[in-house]
């Protein structure tokens, strides 16, 4: 699609096109998404979206990717902090000082399954192994498996001096997550 818009572009306007010179911080194009400009964009055009663009306050291509991230059924109930905490209306916070670093670029919010394996590598123990377990079982939506991997969660985290209440409240919202 993208090369025959290019060829249409180069036929029509006799304006040639490299794709691979854009910038990819283009405010103009940013400001389109801002205004909820998105028809015919993937991933952006349904009114959802839409919608969500004109209060998201996209700047960089990062926050695109946030976007879309957040607009899934687990993580959209986090939408609204997420853009307080984008704009500084809302105190960006940690459940424990390990995971600043894993979900900085976030606000505080495990948006993305990396970090959520990064999180439970950190505050419990887990091995990279241990942590694909529990993302395929949030994947494949197995409650058995998320029992488990919950209670090895809990105490990997009591095991490394996290309190059973961060170690239950950082659960909850990987579970929200799933």
Do not use: H
């Not at 940013?30 to 400009?37: C, D, H, P, R, T």
């Not at 991230?69 to 390990?98: C, H, N, S």
Request: with cysteine; hydrophobic share 40%.
């Amino acid at each position: 699609v993208i090369q025959d818009t290019i060829d249409n572009i180069e036929l029509n306007r006799n304006i040639k096109i490299d794709v691979d010179s854009l910038p990819i911080n283009d405010k103009a194009a940013y400001e389109l998404l801002n205004k909820g400009n998105t028809i015919g964009v993937f991933q952006l055009e349904s009114q959802g979206m839409q919608s969500l663009c004109r209060r998201f306050g996209v700047e960089q291509l990062e926050d695109i990717i946030a976007l879309i991230a957040l607009y899934r059924p687990g993580p959209m109930q986090f939408i609204d902090t997420y853009i307080k905490r984008k704009i500084g209306e809302e105190k960006v916070e940690y459940d424990t000082p390990e995971m600043g670093e894993i979900i900085k670029e976030t606000y505080g919010i495990m948006i993305y399954q990396e970090q959520i394996m990064q999180v439970v590598q950190v505050v419990a123990g887990f091995s990279l192994a241990q942590a694909d377990i529990m993302r395929r079982a949030i994947g494949k939506k197995k409650e058995d498996v998320l029992r488990e991997q919950g209670k090895k969660f809990t105490e990997g985290c009591i095991e490394n001096g996290v309190s059973g209440e961060v170690a239950a409240s950082i659960w909850d919202k990987i579970l929200t997550f799933a």
